[in-house]
């Protein structure tokens, strides 16, 4: 499933690197705590993360995140959007909480 | 720690200027930098800050009256309240140390302030900002977001002494950018001077510090490794 159907289907608001939304989703990953999402985050992963600050596009950049999605209504920072425009890298918002849209993604058949 | 046993420990350690910082509050800070009084020590009023992203940043002030400046900015945006039975009493005590009162907002929470609006804070108050135990797994700068930004102005970082295995001065800390001191880190007593930094000044003023810190002009010591 690439980034656009998800956020299709999920009702997600797109709000960075629309350019890139046909990326192919291959797995899924949520943490907050940028020192663990570098070391465990997969390729191709669409993160889940409460953080808003403008370090996750650098982490999602480097290790080949398909998309971030900020769960739980939080609204990322200026710099973050901008950054991640500038990086190609999708940011999506998402008003559930991490766990309830795991939930919706695994029903997908993405886990 | 009271402000009586703080002042204690840290003559019995030969420490010539403390840093007071709770988590966001400065309402101790006086009551330390009074019960110092007939020491000499240097008691310099701080605080340390849980960031939007629950990055630690200790913040070091010229004035008391700054730091409580700080403070009511970082509260303004701490919406919990303590619950003392789950989180224990949050004190403001004096120099006698007498209980004065409490802290209403829970302490341990994270403010409003991102990391950059909180240094930029902390300059516009003429203060001091440090990234706090940067090599711990929890509150970090690096725990949380994997890596020091660029450009956010930091004055220093501060390594623990859970870093370090050994005694002594530790010249690994000489290269970093922005400069790197150690300090202990203290929750308890036991642990003041655990790690401290030397500054080479003329005097113990809050702006011979300052100048000492930018210019590197300091050695750490681990005087008690982590464990």
New interface residues.
């Given amino acids: 499933m690439i980034v656009k159907e998800l956020a299709d289907r999920l009702e997600l608001e797109i709000h960075a690197g629309k350019e890139s939304i046909d990326r192919e989703i291959l797995c899924g990953y949520t943490g907050d705590?940028?020192?663990?999402?570098?070391a465990r985050i997969r390729p191709g992963a669409a993160w889940l993360t409460i953080?808003?600050?403008?370090?996750i596009v650098?982490?999602a950049v480097l290790r080949e995140a398909a998309c971030i999605i900020i769960t739980g209504g939080h609204v990322p920072?200026k710099?973050t959007l901008e950054r991640a425009e500038k990086e190609d890298m999708p940011v999506l918002l998402a008003k559930e909480n991490s766990f309830d849209l795991c939930v919706k993604i695994a029903e997908l058949g993405i886990f | 720690m009271t402000p009586v046993k703080i002042i204690k420990a840290a003559e019995s350690e030969n420490l010539n200027i403390i840093a007071v910082c709770d988590h966001n509050s400065a309402k101790n800070a006086g009551a330390v930098a009074k019960a110092a009084r007939q020491s000499g020590i240097t008691v310099i009023a701080g605080m340390e800050i849980c960031t939007r992203e629950e990055v630690h940043l200790v913040a070091l002030f010229k004035c008391l009256c700054d730091a409580l400046e700080m403070g009511d900015i970082i509260q303004r945006g701490l919406s919990e309240k303590n619950h003392p039975d789950i989180f224990g009493y949050q004190v403001i005590s004096d120099e006698n140390d007498m209980v004065t009162g409490q802290e209403d907002r829970l302490l341990i929470s994270a403010s409003l302030l991102s990391l950059e609006q909180a240094v930029q804070k902390i300059h516009s108050l003429g203060g001091i900002a440090v990234a706090a135990h940067v090599d711990r797994p929890v509150f970090s700068i690096v725990s949380q977001l994997g890596f020091i930004p660029d450009h956010i102005g930091l004055d220093g970082i501060e390594m623990s002494r859970h870093a370090f295995g050994t005694t002594g001065v530790h010249n690994l800390l000489d290269n970093t950018d922005p400069p790197c001191i150690l300090s202990s880190d203290a929750h308890f007593s036991r642990d003041i001077a655990a790690g401290y930094t030397v500054f080479d000044m003329r005097d113990t003023s809050f702006e011979s510090m300052r100048n000492a810190l930018s210019e590197r002009k300091f050695r750490c010591f681990v005087k008690r490794p982590g464990y």
Avoid: C, K, R, W
């Fill in positions: 705590l940028l020192s663990d999402v570098m953080q808003t600050h403008q370090n650098a982490v920072d710099e």
